[in-house]
């Protein structure tokens, strides 16, 4: 039956549908679909889906390519374009979790600190404070290692690592920003670690390959700071070359320099051990409390025996001004006893209980030994020279938070390098999660360790002064000091070739999204990939850290960018969870929104902590770097999480808009802009856009609607075309807003559809903003002046405020500027005080700065000109709006036979437009007809004749009650003044004398506004309502028409109905 059904199917169905033409938008995976199209039409029993079988092949075709595809950021449309030429790209090395993640973040993270600086902060900050240190930064980064594996689960991480997985989730902005803050900290760790490297090389390998050498002890610093200059611009020279050779050889090294840090680590906790039982005999001379630096002297005291007879020591001449007794010595150096103890007393010693407490120093400061007795001395000049250990910088918690963060950072180091691996999605969390783990616990337990084993003036001697020059962990470490030396030497040094092969290539990552033009240069490489002009930029900006020159000063720096980092990357886990957006589907399930936020405000608060203009700083570069890719226009769509955000924010803001209409103080128009087109879907009218952007200025809702004739089916392509014309004029007009385009059978149901539906709950317009149709009285466009009229009508059953742009081509350009003239405002009944509203509003934009407002209102017979003037002023007063006001007197005068001939002309087209359904011959007759009548008319109207005068009075606003007056007025047939000029001119007696008087208020007005208001730049002016009887519509733009004519720009203001403007504030 199936079979049966589907061939007659297959019959019937043509081989390709005209359809529409346009094929479905492209899918990542439907694109290296090769369709072959015979083989589905042989299936008979899906010919049903044939007619789009080359936008939706078949599953079954699908399915292979779906099980086996690569590590490609497929479902970005960027990425997709350099598919096909990624395939044929040299695949590097691939490399799994434990050589891809786990041994690269474990070396980048046990770096330079933990051997040159983790003894100094124990004996600095003490154990207690030392560990809370330690348990932040490390709780930071097990925080933000959780969200990152939740990101780096969430799809395939190609290329980029850190930067790809913020910049897809945050968005391009937010994702440039921190990404090149992500690149300019690993640069900075880079010379972080090279600075480590000549440190450890120059102080304890071999301190006379010194170069610069100081003339004085005070100069020894400034000297050892030019070294590091030196010597780490030719250690960056060569890694930069080894990186540029290839990062194969890279990882082939990282090994040797892991073996060396486990070799290392395992040295120091073997020499712990050793010392519970059998401690090393390691020396520090004291005098008084004071520690001496073993320089220039080998025995620590004063005096010693030789053959029976006392002589003084070297160190007696450090302090004395001879080597006689009777010299004259320094005053505390003869007031205090010289002491030795041991440097490193052991596990079982106790000295845990002495360096619990902190012991922060200022720089230049004497390194002392809590409990030793001393003999104070009157503050002394501090002689150079004298062999104290001072502290080199002044230390207090804060700083040493910024100097020790660097140590935990290296966690995405496998995440950078997420191209490389075999399967990132399962590597990275895995990796990165163990390596914290092991990194967290084995900095916990050396921090006690260390305040268990060593002595507190040992610990804060931050260069081994006082053990001639020795590093103070090596002399823990058990076999030799050498291990460590060395060990840390090429830890270090790899640890720096990392941060170098890491570094170029997130910036060319960055580079190749194109979201910051000037740095797309750097996206180019060699053929194999590697980022040879990256690795340019990457060392430049690596050689002003090493510059800097100090360890101390570089590492806060390389804290702060990647603070940041950490904390966008918790940002984006967090703005995703809680969205739950339909994509969020992280592989890694053991995350939590509270986790992210949590790391996100620790990584805050330790920028801070560190250093708050440093914070404020990086900050700032981050900002501006956002703000460039903003104005930019970084035009990607990532589907990121803080459109997301946006959309959220939008959804919750939508439905509080919706629980209640605004309050009169925060009525303002939002705006429906009725647009129409030709026939190449181009806008008739632009300056209507130029005058919404000078009405609004960018604030509340516009919406530009248009309507196009046809079927949807038939029209989608010109609808598609039309909507793009729309925008890229409201682009160039800078009208923010957005378009809204119907396709309806007839034009006058498009715009009934529109006035209903645009908008969306709270966020729907108040006000119809649309061009006069000029052409209606066009015999070719009988329809127009119908659509408006029946629209003018619509937006009042709406209760929607309406303005209505004659000469609209006249309206002046967003460039232009009105030096003077004024904005008149002809306030004739009052409808919600929309008229007052507009020209305050149109006055805030530059177009309109300069030009004046005047307000005019018109008085009858029997009002009180001089108190309504008094009184306007006062409610202008009120209002808080500048403007001059007159009041115009509406002078009782006789219907002219002028208006008479008006009225008749008006009539005569009506009725000559009811007749076009007649056929040719007898509607050339009626026109000749009616062409002979006016000519009589006019013939006549040149004699002065007036007409009698009439009692009625000229109504200005015609309410219902007034209305059915003046319809009793016309029954009544005891008015005898028209007999006599009815004789005169039979056809005026067949006049309908409701039309003769709204034809005299129109020609009277007109006459008062040419008198007023001809050189205004701008007159805004009451629209009378459209009457209730529809025979009359052709009627009511024949007095509208009346009404403005002559005048320039004019803009019909129809009032919605309810205040939108208040006194009170």
């Not at 009405?695 to 919406?703: D, N, S």
């Not at 009208?735 to 059978?745: E, P």
């Not at 709006?881 to 008006?902: G, H, L, P, Q, R």
Request: charged share 20%; glycine share 8%; proline share 4%.
């Amino acid at each position: 039956m199936s079979m049966a059904t589907g061939a007659v199917w297959a019959l019937e169905l043509p081989a390709r549908s005209p359809g529409d033409g346009n094929p479905r938008e492209s899918s990542p995976f439907i694109n290296n679909v090769e369709v072959d199209r015979e083989s589905f039409f042989e299936r008979k029993n899906m010919a049903l889906f044939e007619e789009e079988m080359d936008s939706n092949p078949m599953v079954s075709s699908l399915l292979n390519k779906l099980a086996n595809y690569t590590n490609l950021s497929q479902g970005a449309v960027e990425h997709e374009e350099g598919e096909e030429s990624r395939r044929h790209e040299v695949k590097g090395p691939r490399m799994g979790t434990f050589i891809g993640v786990y041994l690269p973040c474990l070396q980048n993270i046990l770096g330079v600190i933990l051997f040159l600086r983790l003894t100094w902060i124990v004996g600095a900050a003490g154990v207690l404070e030392s560990f809370l240190i330690v348990s932040m930064c490390c709780t930071c980064t097990m925080l933000t290692a959780i969200s990152m594996s939740a990101i780096a689960t969430n799809g395939v991480v190609p290329a980029g690592g850190s930067y790809y997985m913020i910049s897809r989730s945050l968005g391009p902005e937010f994702g440039g920003a921190v990404g090149l803050c992500f690149y300019l900290g690993t640069t900075f760790a880079g010379a972080m670690y090279i600075l480590g490297t000549i440190e450890i090389f120059l102080t304890y390998i071999s301190p006379s390959a010194s170069i610069i050498q100081a003339d004085s002890v005070d100069g020894e610093a400034a000297a050892m700071l030019h070294n590091m200059r030196v010597y780490g611009t030719c250690t960056l020279v060569f890694m930069a070359m080894v990186v540029f050779v290839g990062v194969k050889y890279v990882n082939k090294l990282a090994l040797v320099f892991l073996a060396c840090v486990v070799l290392s680590i395992l040295a120091i906790y073997a020499g712990v051990i050793k010392t519970a039982f059998d401690p090393p005999d390691i020396p520090v001379c004291l005098l008084g409390n004071r520690t001496l630096s073993r320089r220039g002297f080998d025995l620590c005291a004063k005096v010693h025996t030789i053959n029976n007879s006392t002589a003084t020591t070297a160190l007696w001449g450090l302090f004395c001004n001879s080597s006689m007794p009777n010299a004259t010595c320094d005053e505390y150096f003869a007031q205090n006893n010289v002491t030795e103890i041991q440097g490193i007393p052991g596990v079982a010693s106790g000295v845990l209980l002495d360096n619990l407490w902190s012991a922060y120093a200022d720089k230049g400061a004497f390194v002392e030994k809590k409990g030793a007795s001393s003999m104070a001395v009157p503050e002394e000049s501090r002689a150079s020279g004298l062999p104290y250990v001072l502290t080199d910088i002044m230390t207090y918690f804060t700083m040493l938070v910024g100097i020790y963060f660097p140590s935990v950072t290296g966690i995405m180091a496998g995440s950078n390098r997420s191209g490389d691996l075999k399967d990132a999605q399962k590597s990275i969390p895995t990796g990165t999660i163990l390596a914290i783990v092991t990194t967290s616990f084995i900095y916990l337990s050396c921090i006690v360790l260390f305040g268990a084993c060593i002595e507190g003036v040992i610990l804060r001697d931050k260069f081994g002064e006082a053990l001639q020059g020795n590093l103070v962990i090596g002399m823990l470490a058990w076999p030799s000091p050498w291990v460590i030396v060395i060990g840390s030497f090429f830890s270090t040094c790899g640890a720096g070739l990392q941060s170098l092969t890491g570094a170029p290539r997130l910036l060319q990552a960055i580079a190749r999204d194109g979201i910051i033009p000037f740095l797309q240069v750097f996206g180019h490489g060699k053929s194999n990939g590697e980022p040879t002009w990256a690795l340019l930029l990457t060392a430049l900006i690596c050689e002003t850290g090493i510059l800097i020159a100090s360890l101390d000063s570089v590492a806060p720096i390389l804290s702060m960018f990647f603070l940041m980092c950490y904390m966008f990357v918790n940002l984006a886990c967090a703005v995703q969870t809680l969205l739950r957006t339909p994509n969020w589907r992280p592989r890694f399930k053991y995350y939590h929104w509270t986790l992210s936020f949590l790391g996100m405000s620790l990584c805050l608060a330790l920028m801070f902590i560190c250093s708050w203009y440093y914070a404020l700083f990086a900050m700032l570069i981050a900002g501006c770097i956002y703000k460039y890719i903003e104005y930019r226009g970084a035009e990607k769509e990532w589907g990121d999480g803080i459109r997301g955000l946006s959309l959220n924010a939008a959804r919750y803001a939508l439905l509080r808009v919706e629980q209640g209409p605004p309050h009169t103080k925060n009525w303002r128009p939002q705006v429906l802009v009725m647009l129409n087109l030709d026939a190449e879907q181009q806008v008739k009218h632009p300056r209507l856009l130029s005058f919404t952007t000078q009405l609004k200025a960018g604030k509340g809702l516009t919406i530009v609607g248009s309507v196009l004739e046809g079927t949807y089916l038939d029209k989608r392509a010109e609808a598609q075309q039309a909507e793009e014309n729309i925008r890229s004029l409201m682009g160039a007009e800078k009208t923010k807003g957005f378009c809204q385009l119907v396709v309806s059978s007839n034009l006058r149901d498009g715009m009934s559809h529109l006035i209903q539906s645009a908008g969306l709950g709270g966020m729907k317009h108040n006000t119809v903003l649309m061009a006069w149709p000029a052409s209606w009285k066009q015999e070719d466009n009988p329809f127009s002046w119908k659509n408006f009229v029946d629209t003018v009508r619509d937006t009042t059953a709406a209760h929607q405020a309406l303005l209505v742009a004659k000469n609209v081509d006249l309206f002046p350009q967003n460039q232009e500027r009105f030096s003077d003239g004024n904005i008149d405002v002809w306030w004739i009944v009052h409808d919600g005080g929309l008229l007052m509203l507009l020209p305050f509003l149109l006055r805030q934009h530059k177009v309109w700065r300069k030009c004046r407002m005047r307000i005019f209102t018109v008085a009858q017979v029997d009002d009180n000109s001089i108190q309504m003037k008094k009184d306007l002023q006062m409610f202008l007063y009120h209002l808080r709006i500048s403007a001059e006001v007159e009041v115009v007197e509406m002078v009782e005068n006789d219907i002219s036979a002028f208006t008479y001939e008006k009225t008749l002309m008006m009539e005569q087209r009506s009725q000559m437009l009811k007749q076009m359904q007649l056929s040719k011959t007898e509607r050339e007759r009626e026109a000749q007809l009616i062409h002979d009548r006016n000519t009589a008319s006019h013939s006549a109207a040149a004699g002065k004749t007036q007409p009698p005068s009439t009692p009625d009075k000229v109504q200005m606003t015609w309410t219902k009650e007034k209305l059915i007056a003046e319809k009793s007025k016309n029954r009544d047939p005891g008015v005898s003044g028209f007999k006599d000029l009815f004789t005169l001119k039979p056809e005026w007696g067949n006049l309908n004398q409701c039309n003769v008087r709204r034809m005299h208020t129109a020609v009277k007005l007109n006459d008062v506004l040419l008198n007023k208001s001809q050189d205004a730049q701008l007159v805004l002016l009451n629209m009378p309502g459209p009457p209730k009887n529809r025979q009359g519509d052709e009627n009511y733009m024949e007095f509208l028409e009346v009404l403005t004519e002559g005048l320039n720009r004019v803009l019909l203001v129809r009032g919605s109905g309810r205040e939108v403007i208040t006194i009170y504030s």
